[in-house]
Structure formats: structure tokens, C-alpha cells
């Protein structure tokens, strides 16, 4: 982003689109591309030996 000195307002409109898109990058990744592995999800946990 191209700071600008004299303009505090636009500056700040230009960072807020900036989060947008690299967020919008990573929200519109195949969803096989976010999946997790069975063991990151399928965890429980077990009282007797204190574990997970």
C-alpha cells in the first residue's frame, strides 16, 4: 500500500481494502485445501490416564 502523508483517510480506507482481498484469497482456496487431518478433529479426551 502507497502511503500517502497527506491523507490520513485515504490511507486507512486503502489498508481496510488491502485485509479485505488477502482475506478473501484465502476464503475462496479450495475447501480440500483447509481440511485437517482426522487426528486435528476427531480428538477426545480420556479422563482415566488424564490424555487426549
Known amino acids: 500500500v502507497a502511503i500517502e ?4 483517510f ?3 480506507i486503502k489498508r481496510f481494502r488491502q485485509i479485505r482481498k488477502l482475506q478473501g484469497l484465502i476464503l475462496r ?7 485437517r487431518h482426522p487426528y486435528a478433529i ?5 479422563s482415566s490416564t488424564n490424555s487426549i
Do not use: G
Open 5 to 8: 502523508p497527506e491523507n490520513f
Open 10 to 12: 485515504k490511507n486507512v
Open 29 to 35: 482456496t479450495s475447501i480440500n485445501d483447509r481440511w
Open 42 to 46: 476427531n480428538a477426545y479426551y480420556e
